[in-house]
T-cell receptor, first 113, second 112 residues
């Protein structure tokens, strides 16, 4: 079975600082991995997706994530935080043979001026 | 291209009633999935439809059902509503099974 663990339900950084949101996954077979962002009162927006091509995946809004099989991690980073990045971020996993997405519990990102 | 649309956006019902939510996928997308989001349980998969057939189902009681029409639009129905059904219900569409899913804004259901 697949699962996702997001470390830290709330992360706060200063504007301009590095953003690092942590995600570890568990899967018996090579998975697809995702990061989604949810702004208040909105649905989910796909930030990026790992499908076994390059291990460093670049997404929208300056975010990127690195797939590390040895650490079973898929951490999300952004070099310089912007106030508009404040939102909830979800790491997710799915099997390559199925569409069902398993989501982590989410990390709320706050940006301090 | 228009995104995934869900109607209604907000809904208030009372216990014991039933509710039907609608989802229109992105044009050309044939797969529709439904998810429930609650503060306690997070995001949970309900079911997925492709070509008018349910292809996958999550661990929800039989009160939760869905269907897909020939134009790929989908509806989900919840019968005999319970307080715990209060949630944001998200619909996602993809071009085909196992393709990237794009989410709609959700329908927020409040059960009183």
């Amino acid at each position: 079975a697949q699962s996702v663990t997001q470390l830290g339900s709330h992360v706060s950084v200063s504007e301009g600082a590095l953003v690092l949101l942590r995600c570890n996954y568990s899967s018996s077979v090579p998975p697809y991995l995702f990061w989604y962002v949810q702004y208040p009162n909105q649905g989910l927006q796909l930030l990026l997706k790992y499908t076994s091509a390059a291990t460093l995946v670049k997404g929208i809004n300056g975010f990127e994530a690195e797939f590390k099989k040895s650490e079973t991690s898929f951490h999300l980073t952004k070099p310089s935080a912007h106030m508009s990045d404040a939102a909830e971020y979800f790491c997710a996993v799915s099997l390559r043979s199925a569409s069902k997405i398993i989501f982590g519990s989410g990390t709320r990102l706050s940006i301090r001026p | 291209k228009a995104g995934v649309t869900q109607t209604p956006r907000y809904l208030i019902k009372t216990r014991g009633q039933q509710v039907t939510l609608s989802c229109s996928p992105i044009s050309g997308h044939r797969s529709v999935s439904w998810y429930q989001q609650t503060p306690g349980q997070g995001l949970q998969f309900l079911f997925e439809y492709f070509s008018e057939t349910q292809r996958n189902k999550g661990n929800f009681p039989g009160r939760f059902s869905g269907r897909q029409f020939s134009n790929s639009r989908s509806e989900m129905n919840v019968s005999t509503l319970e307080l715990g059904d209060s949630a944001l219900y998200l619909c996602a569409s993809s071009q085909a099974l196992q393709e990237t899913q794009y989410f709609g804004p959700g329908t927020r259901l409040l059960v009183l």
